[in-house]
């Protein structure tokens, strides 16, 4: 790992964290790690995240919005929008996901295939708490995709290890 390698988080990593074991009020350590380490640069996300999160208008919205909002990049980039068009001709051939699903995944709204585009355009490591599955058809899970263009996704407990955060009391 290089010193100024970047993580990109997925909005389930933030409304999981939320929602479950890093509530604020029990986990505040992970929630200030994460503004420290956008801060340096080496963790962001994207636009797209943003707006999945602000949708729900809660607890974790106020808290975007008060000290990540700096951390998230723009997806209108050529690099990143060339690797978002790629990811939609493959989604398209895909005979394992219903039509349903590549209409999911190519949604203005979902911000999936733009995190893994971002993380495939600037090479940043993608993290989620997305699982590999090779039987689904319902949906079009992140780390699905990634296998398919050589990114590795982890979850966040390997990125807390991997930047060496201590979550104390």
């Given at each position: 790992?290089?010193p100024?390698?970047?993580?990109?988080?997925?909005?389930n990593?933030f409304?999981?964290?939320?929602r479950?074991?890093?509530?604020?009020?029990?986990?505040?350590?992970f929630?200030?790690?994460?503004?420290?380490l956008s801060g340096e640069?080496t963790?962001?996300?994207i636009?797209?995240?943003?707006?999945?999160?602000?949708?729900?208008k809660?607890?974790?919205?106020?808290w975007?919005?008060?000290?990540?909002s700096?951390?998230f990049m723009?997806?209108?980039?050529?690099?990143?929008?060339?690797?978002?068009?790629?990811?939609?001709?493959?989604?398209q051939k895909?005979?394992?996901f219903?039509?349903?699903?590549?209409f999911e995944?190519s949604?203005?709204?979902?911000?999936?295939a733009?995190v893994?585009?971002?993380a495939i355009?600037k090479?940043?490591?993608?993290?989620t708490t997305?699982k590999?599955?090779?039987n689904?058809?319902?949906?079009?899970?992140?780390?699905n995709v990634c296998?398919?263009?050589?990114?590795?996704?982890?979850?966040?407990?390997?990125?807390?290890?991997?930047l060496?955060?201590?979550?104390r009391a």
């Amino acid at each position: 790992m290089t010193p100024h390698h970047r993580y990109i988080i997925d909005s389930n990593v933030f409304i999981q964290a939320y929602r479950t074991y890093y509530q604020f009020d029990i986990a505040p350590g992970f929630w200030d790690s994460l503004i420290r380490l956008s801060g340096e640069g080496t963790i962001l996300s994207i636009d797209r995240v943003e707006d999945e999160i602000k949708r729900n208008k809660d607890l974790l919205t106020d808290w975007i919005v008060t000290n990540f909002s700096l951390g998230f990049m723009s997806t209108q980039e050529d690099d990143v929008v060339e690797v978002y068009t790629r990811l939609m001709v493959w989604a398209q051939k895909q005979g394992q996901f219903s039509e349903a699903a590549v209409f999911e995944f190519s949604e203005v709204t979902n911000a999936d295939a733009w995190v893994i585009s971002y993380a495939i355009a600037k090479n940043c490591t993608l993290v989620t708490t997305e699982k590999f599955n090779p039987n689904i058809k319902k949906r079009i899970p992140i780390p699905n995709v990634c296998m398919n263009f050589s990114l590795e996704p982890i979850d966040t407990f390997e990125m807390l290890r991997r930047l060496r955060v201590r979550l104390r009391a």
